[in-house]
């Protein structure tokens, strides 16, 4: 079973950064396809960010490009999250997904998750 653990969200000020990790258990991280989702009250869970197996390629949801950047380091087994520029907008429960196989936004492609991480950005 792969498991999936999140850190590093917290309460920030707007215009603020936070960096989250994820990191995977297993030996075959690097197999997988990564994501970052988030999931605020009342809406449905989001796409923030998808990264191929070599970091090769990434996706972004267009409310975050420019102020997110997802990266992982395979050697580590961890997937990171660089929030810059936060927004009230931003706050949501961030989790991390891995898949076998997709290029897809849509959380009913990844395969497992974490358990989420709050992100809470204030005014």
């Known amino acids: 079973q792969v498991q999936l653990v999140e850190s590093g969200g917290g309460l920030v000020q707007a215009g603020g950064s936070l960096r989250l990790s994820c990191v995977a258990s297993?030996?075959?991280?690097?197999?997988?396809?990564m994501g970052w989702f988030r999931q605020a009250p009342g809406k449905e869970r989001d796409m923030v960010g998808l990264i191929s197996r070599s970091s090769s390629n990434t996706y972004y949801s267009d409310s975050v490009k420019g102020r997110f950047t997802i990266s992982r380091d395979n050697a580590k087994n961890t997937v990171y999250l660089q929030m810059n520029s936060l927004k009230p907008e931003d706050t949501a429960v961030y989790y991390c997904?891995?898949?076998?196989?997709?290029?897809?936004?849509?959380?009913?492609?990844?395969?497992?998750w974490g358990q989420g991480t709050q992100v809470t950005v204030s005014s």
């Open positions: 297993g030996r075959t991280f690097s197999t997988y396809v």
């Open positions: 997904a891995a898949a076998y196989e997709t290029w897809s936004p849509r959380p009913e492609n990844f395969d497992y």
